[in-house]
């Protein structure tokens, strides 16, 4: 799997297929370190649901942080997750 910006391939060799997103699993919200962590198991799976609709390469991967807020699990500590999103794209010369 290829990750680039768009301005590193072609577009007259990559077919769109689509935005797609992938989240990490919940983690406490005040773990110091867990934010690199997340983000690569948020790659992770956005490369495989990359590979899933055959895509070849992953364009202008973006990160986002989302927060659990205690308003919603009232008997737990903050949480937060990491939201992977990337275009797929299938490559005419793979």
């Known amino acids: 799997m290829r990750i680039a910006a768009s301005s590193d391939?072609?577009?007259d060799q990559a077919t769109?297929?689509?935005?797609?997103?992938?989240?990490?699993?919940?983690l406490g919200a005040g773990d110091l370190?867990?934010?690199?962590a997340a983000r690569l198991r948020a790659l992770h799976k956005?490369?495989?649901a990359a590979e899933d609709c055959d895509a070849d390469a992953l364009l202008d991967v973006?990160?986002?942080?989302e927060?659990?807020?205690r308003t919603e699990n009232?008997?737990?500590?903050?949480?937060k997750r990491v939201r992977a999103a990337a275009v797929a794209v299938k490559l005419k010369s793979a």
């Open 9 to 11: 391939i072609d577009k």
């Open 16 to 26: 769109p297929l689509g935005k797609i997103s992938a989240v990490s699993d919940w």
């Open 33 to 36: 370190g867990i934010s690199d």
């Open 46 to 48: 956005l490369m495989r």
């Open 62 to 65: 973006d990160y986002s942080e």
């Open 67 to 69: 927060f659990l807020a």
């Open 74 to 79: 009232p008997a737990s500590l903050p949480l």
